[in-house]
T-cell receptor, first 110, second 114 residues
Framework: AQRVTQPEKLLSVFKGAPVELKCNYS??????LFWYVQYSRQRLQLLLR??SRESIKGFTADLNKGETSFHLKKPFAQEEDSAMYYC????????????FGSGTKLNVKP | EAQVTQNPRYLITVTGKKLTVTCSQN?????MSWYRQDPGLGLRQIYY???????DKGDVPEGYKVSRKEKRNFPLILESPSPNQTSLYFC?????????????FGPGTRLTVL
C-alpha cells in the first residue's frame, strides 16, 4: 500500500534560518513524489515534483530511495514561505491514484 | 480565467438527505479527481476520472458516487450522507495523468452532516 508520512504538524523557524520539512513514504513499485503548498486564503498548488528535478522559490527536494524519504529544504526561510505543505505520492501500481501526507504547517517568524 | 469551480462552497445538511457537489473546469482537462480533507489525515482521494465515462475508485470511495458525462464536469454525489462524511472536499483537474501534469485545485466545499 502507498502511504505518505509527514511527522511534523508544525515547524517554526526564524527568517533566514534553514528549513527542512520531512516526508517519508512507503510504496509498491516505482512512485513519483511531489510537494504541494497552500498559502493562507489561496488554493492548494504544486510546489515541485521529483520527476522534474526542479527548484522552485528556493526549495529543493531530494528523493532518497534507501531511506524512502523526500524531504523539502530551503537554505534561508522567508516570511512569505509560511504556509501548509503537503508531500504527495503517485505511481507504483497506479499512476492515476494520488496519496497525500497529513501536512506540515511552516511558520516563519520575523 | 482558467480555473476549477465548486458549488456550493458551504453546505449543512441532515443525515440521509441526498446531495450533489458540483465541480467544473474550463481548461479542457482530461483528468479530474475528488479529495476529502480531515484534520490530521491530510487529503484522501475519493474518486478520479481519466476521461468522459471513465471513473475509478480512490482511497476512500465508500458512500460516494461520481459521474463524468461531460469533460468539464465531475459531480460528487452523496446518496445518503452520514455524519462521518462531514469534511472539506476538494476537486482537482489536470491535463492528463497527475504524475506528469500539475493538478489544479478548486476552492473547497465545506460539508457538515448533522
Amino acid at each position: 500500500a502507498q502511504r505518505v508520512t509527514q511527522p511534523e504538524k508544525l515547524l517554526s523557524v526564524f527568517k533566514g534560518a534553514p528549513v527542512e520539512l520531512k516526508c517519508n513514504y512507503s510504496y509498491s513499485g516505482s512512485p513519483e513524489l511531489f510537494w504541494y503548498v497552500q498559502y493562507s486564503r489561496q488554493r492548494l498548488q504544486l510546489l515541485l515534483r521529483h520527476i522534474s528535478r526542479e527548484s522552485i522559490k528556493g526549495f529543493t527536494a531530494d528523493l532518497n530511495k534507501g531511506e524512502t524519504s523526500f524531504h523539502l529544504k530551503k537554505p534561508f526561510a522567508q516570511e512569505e514561505d509560511s504556509a501548509m505543505y503537503y508531500c504527495a505520492l503517485s505511481g507504483g501500481d497506479n499512476f492515476n491514484k494520488f496519496y497525500f501526507g497529513s501536512g506540515t504547517k511552516l511558520n516563519v517568524k520575523p | 480565467e482558467a480555473q476549477v469551480t465548486q458549488n456550493p462552497r458551504y453546505l449543512i445538511t441532515v443525515t440521509g438527505k441526498k446531495l450533489t457537489v458540483t465541480c467544473s473546469q474550463n481548461m479542457n482537462h482530461e483528468y479530474m479527481s475528488w479529495y476529502r480533507q480531515d484534520p490530521g489525515l491530510g487529503l484522501r482521494q475519493i474518486y478520479y476520472s481519466m476521461n468522459v465515462e471513465v471513473t475509478d475508485k480512490g482511497d476512500v470511495p465508500e458512500g460516494y458516487k461520481v459521474s463524468r458525462k461531460e469533460k468539464r464536469n465531475f459531480p460528487l454525489i452523496l446518496e445518503s450522507p452520514s455524519p462521518n462524511q462531514t469534511s472539506l472536499y476538494f476537486c482537482a483537474s489536470s491535463l492528463g495523468t497527475p504524475i506528469y501534469n500539475e493538478q489544479f485545485f478548486g476552492p473547497g466545499t465545506r460539508l457538515t452532516v448533522l
